[in-house]
């Protein structure tokens, strides 16, 4: 079945950054775009991040273009989520997701908090 493992989260002071990784299995990996979404505390969880197949095009939520950035490495079956100049507001569970025929697959989400 669709697995989907993050790691990489912890405790940043502000300005600082972090490696977000999602480890995928169950599906060619290779074929399905992957988005990342954050949920902070008492929010709605957002997309914050997606990249494409074939040609990694990559697109953001302005809340974070120019810190963030995704990438993939498809022969690992891995996506990730590079965070600069983190702030206070970025503080949130950071979930990837695929979508694979009209159902959304989840994993278990990284923590991020950022604070001095």
């Known amino acids: 079945q669709v697995q989907l493992v993050e790691s990489g989260g912890g405790l940043v002071q502000p300005g600082g950054s972090l490696k977000l990784s999602c480890a995928a299995s169950?599906?060619?990996?290779?074929?399905?775009?992957m988005r990342w979404y954050r949920q902070g505390p008492g929010k709605e969880r957002e997309l914050v991040a997606r990249?494409?197949?074939?040609?990694?095009?990559?697109a953001y939520a302005d809340s974070v273009k120019g810190r963030f950035t995704i990438s993939r490495d498809n022969a690992k079956n891995t996506v990730y989520l590079r965070i600069n100049s983190l702030k206070p507001e970025d503080t949130a569970v950071y979930f990837c997701?695929?979508?694979?025929?009209?159902?959304?697959?989840w994993g278990q989400g990284t923590q991020v908090t950022v604070s001095s």
């Open positions: 169950g599906f060619t990996f290779s074929s399905y775009p």
């Open positions: 990249i494409s197949t074939t040609w990694l095009v990559t």
């Open positions: 997701n695929v979508q694979i025929s009209g159902s959304d697959h």
